[in-house]
């Protein structure tokens, strides 16, 4: 990275050396630029040693946290038939993902302020992974581990596209452990809300909620996949948000939710644990929604003609509920988001789709609800 400073960047540190005390939505107002854009122009002048510290004041109480997973995801293609024991030829690419990385980048694009907290090793794979990632969220906060590889998710498909076996090498999450968040208490007693998915531990989820419900900071909760329910804590009282699928849902609670009566039933068990608001997804049947206040709704999935890539629709949905209801949305409306920004994101080649901001957003829930 060369040390000369840009145009955006010399405008940027004008405005601080005039005002130390600036926020980063002055700044953001002052130059015309989203906040997570001035944001990554300041990490880069800090960076750069230009700005020693932190100088300037930042509203903590304005960042979203996102903790858990940030992945390289690899899609490796065998072009003829797949044969064991030897050498085959493949096509392969390569994509960032992680769910706490993919709701951060979604987020970022809504013009929100994120901070991904994640742990990573010290390699080329983390290197794409903040280079993709870094306009959208700040990752300052993020801890490298020497002798770990950054979290990786790896399909191989046969040459009709089927699954034929994937490799999750998650093992440098199992890092991010309550000592590691508790050196970022003060960023996190101060965040607007605190997004977690399932890839970190129990026990820091734990920590986690307990945190959370004594600095009265809301906490949304984010499961991974059936096999890893068993990491939510034992106590989900003051849980703000679960944003669930079916198969999760039918995995904690050991059940099957095979009509709408028993699909309402599991939103229903969850919020007799103590959430406050919960979803559950379920594919092309749509989302059911509820908390204590409103009831429960059902809001039926959009129609889509062709899926293009199912990868990143869940995420898709979590970070556009999380946007309306921070956007004091009711919950209608909430899952109307949700619902929608997942629609366009299957009908995207990319994982997080490129054209998302928030009036974008709200012009497609004008389409399309």
């Not at 399932?198 to 009265?216: G, I, R, V």
């Not at 499961?223 to 939510?232: A, C, E, F, I």
């Not at 939710?257 to 959430?275: C, F, M």
């Not at 959009?302 to 898709?316: K, L, P, R």
Request: proline fraction near 3%; aromatic fraction near 6%; charged fraction near 20%.
């Amino acid at each position: 990275m060369s040390n000369e400073m840009t145009d955006k960047e010399q405008v940027i540190f004008d405005l601080i050396c005039k005002n130390p005390y600036i926020s980063q939505q002055e700044l953001a107002e002052a130059v015309g630029l989203s906040r997570p854009s001035v944001a990554n122009i300041i990490s880069k002048l800090t960076k750069k040693g230009y700005i020693v510290g932190r100088a300037y004041i930042v509203n903590g109480s304005q960042q979203i946290i996102c903790i858990g997973g940030a992945n390289l995801d690899r899609k490796l293609q065998v072009k003829n038939k797949a044969l064991l024991g030897t050498s085959n030829p493949i096509s392969s690419s390569q994509s960032v993902g992680g769910v706490a990385r993919n709701i951060s980048e979604n987020l970022g694009r809504l013009g929100m302020d994120v901070t991904l907290l994640t742990a990573c090793g010290a390699d080329s794979d983390w290197s794409f992974i903040e280079e993709a990632s870094s306009l959208y969220m700040n990752l300052d906060q993020v801890t490298k581990f020497n002798g770990m590889s950054t979290g990786s998710y790896t399909a191989v498909l046969d040459n009709d596209g089927e699954l034929l076996i994937a490799l999750a090498d998650m093992e440098v999450y199992e890092t991010i452990t309550p000592e590691l968040l508790i050196k970022q208490e003060t960023l996190l007693s101060l965040a607007r809300c605190i997004v977690a998915d399932l890839n970190c531990p129990k026990d820091t989820l734990q920590y986690l909620t307990y945190f959370a419900q004594k600095h009265e900071r809301p906490l949304v909760l984010i499961p991974v996949s059936s096999p890893k329910m068993n990491r939510l804590p034992d106590d989900l009282n003051g849980v703000t948000w679960l944003i669930a699928n079916r198969d999760e849902s039918e995995t904690y609670f050991d059940c099957e939710i095979a009509n709408q009566d028993e699909w309402e039933n599991v939103v229903e068990k969850w919020l007799s644990l103590g959430i406050s608001n919960v979803v559950v997804t379920n594919g092309k049947n749509g989302a059911m929604i509820g908390n204590r206040q409103e009831g429960i709704l059902h809001i039926p999935a959009v129609e889509i003609q062709e899926v293009v890539d199912v990868t990143g629709a869940g995420d898709a949905f979590s970070a556009a509920a999380i946007f309306s209801w921070l956007e004091g949305k009711n919950l209608k409306e909430i899952a109307q988001a949700g619902t929608v920004n997942a629609a366009k994101t299957l009908q995207s080649a990319f994982t997080v789709r490129q054209d998302l901001t928030a009036a974008q957003l709200y012009k497609d829930m004008e389409e399309l609800s």
